[in-house]
């Protein structure tokens, strides 16, 4: 099983930034890509970032390509999502997710565990 708990969010103005932080229980983290995805109100859930077990590998969408860095620690089983230059539409809670698939890496891993959230507010 694992446990995912995001930190980091807030409110903020545009063009400011935020560094979101998911850590994450079990002994499988090493060996698992994570992701982080999000959600504006009344819209769906939405891809943001994706990120191989071992650090080298990441995709973006392209609404935070160049703006955004996803980023892990896995001596402190921490995934972080570095947002820089938001934007009003950038208005979401962020959540990260892993998957239960161990040793594999796709830019559309299947995702199993989900954090609770935390709310990224930009205001203009």
């Known amino acids: 099983q694992v446990q995912l708990v995001e930190s980091g969010g807030g409110l903020v103005q545009a063009g400011d930034s935020l560094r979101l932080s998911c850590a994450a229980s079990?002994?499988?983290?090493?060996?698992?890509?994570m992701g982080w995805f999000r959600q504006a109100p009344e819209k769906e859930r939405e891809f943001v970032a994706t990120i191989s077990p071992d650090g080298t590998t990441k995709y973006y969408a392209d609404s935070v390509k160049g703006r955004f860095t996803i980023s892990r620690d896995n001596a402190k089983r921490t995934v972080y999502l570095q947002m820089n230059a938001l934007k009003p539409e950038d208005t979401a809670v962020y959540f990260c997710?892993?998957?239960?698939?161990?040793?594999?890496?796709?830019?559309?891993?299947?995702?199993?565990?989900w954090g609770q959230g935390t709310q990224v507010t930009v205001s203009s």
């Open positions: 079990g002994r499988t983290f090493s060996i698992s890509g």
């Open positions: 997710a892993a998957p239960s698939r161990i040793y594999y890496f796709s830019r559309d891993l299947q995702y199993d565990y």
